[in-house]
């Protein structure tokens, strides 16, 4: 299956900053998606990105799919922005399994 | 608006004790997915459901079984708890259809098997 490579692995920021992660996939995939898990465990999809630019808010991803990669940015970063986000995707099929990276903790401090 | 609910939200176990872990979506979703969450491995797939009746097991499978007997619910079993099943569940679901397959997940369960 597809390996997921997610940096970086842990970020601290002050609070207004901007910032930049990452999300390597070993081979080409489908349905990439970022997601949000705020401090209490909850999971919340913020982007469906297969290719090109979106931006909702302060986020914005973008995904180069050709070379197998996508990155998150979070301008004027806020301390609700704290969490771990998470890159998925999947290697095709019609079962839909998607294959998570190991994360990038973000600590937003005032 | 509940989206996907998952019961019970917290639950400790003794080795060897069985129990179920309940998925309820209400969008009429096709695809159900059952993940764990464990500290630095990020989440990876137990089983899944691609339609009501149908499951396949997924990356972690061992361990656990699940059924689809409706669409809305998707059941997780441990029939012999072990300590390495600790683990935060969580439970997603999608509509399956291209090309939009967003996953929606619930709050996730929370086990602890001492």
């Known amino acids: 299956g597809i390996q997921v490579e997610q940096s970086p692995p842990d970020l601290i920021l002050q609070e207004g900053a901007n910032s930049t992660l990452r999300c390597n996939f070993s081979?080409?995939?489908?349905?990439l998606q970022w997601f949000h898990q705020n401090p209490w465990g909850q999971l919340i999809n913020l982007f469906y990105i297969p290719s090109g630019t979106k931006q909702n808010g302060r986020l914005s991803a973008t995904t180069v799919a050709t070379e197998r990669y996508s990155l998150l940015y979070i301008s004027s970063s806020q301390t609700t922005d704290s969490g771990v986000y998470f890159c998925a995707g999947d290697s095709g099929g019609s079962n839909y399994k998607l294959t998570f990276g190991k994360g990038t903790l973000l600590t937003v401090n005032p | 608006n509940a989206g996907v609910t998952q019961t019970p939200k917290f639950r400790v176990l003794k080795t060897g004790q069985s129990m179920t872990l309940l998925c309820a979506q209400d969008?009429?979703?096709?695809?159900m997915y059952w993940y764990r969450q464990d500290p630095g491995m990020g989440l990876r797939l137990i089983h899944y459901s691609v339609g009501e009746g149908t499951t396949a097991k997924g990356e972690v499978p061992d361990g656990y079984n699940v059924s689809r007997l409706k669409k809305q619910n998707f059941l997780l079993g441990l029939e012999s708890a072990a300590p390495s099943q600790t683990s935060v569940y969580f439970c997603?679901?999608?509509?399956?259809?291209?090309?939009?397959?967003?996953?929606?997940f619930g709050a996730g369960t929370r086990l602890s098997v001492l």
């Open positions: 969008m009429n979703h096709e695809y």
């Open positions: 997603a679901s999608s509509t399956g259809y291209p090309p939009k397959n967003i996953q929606y």
């Open positions: 081979d080409s995939v489908n349905n």
